[in-house]
């Protein structure tokens, strides 16, 4: 076995290389951890949903509803956590709290945005076309175009108790029309209701990934006010 001698040691070149490249992430900058973790998320969370179980209706093309679905979730939790780091931010004064409630604001409408495009693919891979009428689509667009005029005016304001008021009140309406909402062909639960539990588990995990990339997109995002 070949070996490198250092400090009077002896190392296999593998066991270098892992700590040479150990000391290389240690020696970055925060922001380029951040940015390395959420490419790493991102890429584990779609090379997951491209290997995620068939379903007994949907068959292969269930991959894609995985994905939209996880992407949803994913900016609803990011949007819940805006509104959290908002409300704290707001009640004890907390300028660290207003940065990541408007950088969980913006991560979640780049996924919310994203997660419309998914929504088209699952559209025409579940539904053979796209039914732009559904209720649910609509509402996914209105609240996509509101959310990128909100954060285009928190940019311009820079003013970080209003940002954080915003994010509270825009995930207190989105929340509210998605209680509300109708739907036509849109399931309400799919993943719940698919009645298999290896589906739920892979979904679980998908989630789990994707919503560890939005983090890391959210720290990448939060404003230097």
């Not at 000391?23 to 925060?30: D, G, K």
């Not at 409300?87 to 997660?115: D, I, K, N, V």
């Not at 539990?197 to 230097?224: E, H, I, K, Y």
């Amino acid at each position: 076995m070949s070996s490198t001698t250092n400090a009077g040691s002896t190392l296999p070149r593998s066991a270098l290389a892992r700590s040479g490249a150990a000391v290389t992430i240690a020696r970055m900058s925060i922001g380029r951890r951040r940015l390395l973790a959420f490419l790493v998320f991102l890429a584990a969370s779609l090379i997951l949903a491209s290997l995620g179980p068939s379903e007994r209706v949907l068959g292969p093309s269930a991959r894609v509803v995985y994905l939209h679905g996880a992407w949803v979730w994913t900016a609803l939790i990011s949007f819940a956590a805006a509104a959290a780091a908002g409300l704290a931010g707001l009640l004890g004064r907390g300028e660290g709290l207003h940065r990541w409630s408007t950088g969980w604001a913006r991560s979640a409408t780049l996924f919310w945005l994203t997660s419309l495009l998914f929504s088209l693919w699952a559209m025409e891979t579940s539904w053979n076309g796209l039914y732009l009428a559904e209720p649910r689509w609509r509402l996914g667009v209105q609240f996509g175009v509101v959310a990128i005029l909100l954060q285009l005016a928190i940019l311009l304001i820079r003013r970080p108790p209003v940002a954080s008021a915003v994010n509270v009140a825009f995930f207190a309406a989105l929340a509210l029309a998605l209680l509300t909402a109708e739907s036509v062909l849109h399931p309400s639960a799919p993943i719940a209701a698919s009645g298999w539990d290896l589906v739920r588990l892979f979904f679980l995990g998908l989630l789990v990934t994707s919503s560890l990339a939005a983090w890391q997109l959210a720290g990448l995002l939060r404003p230097r006010w």
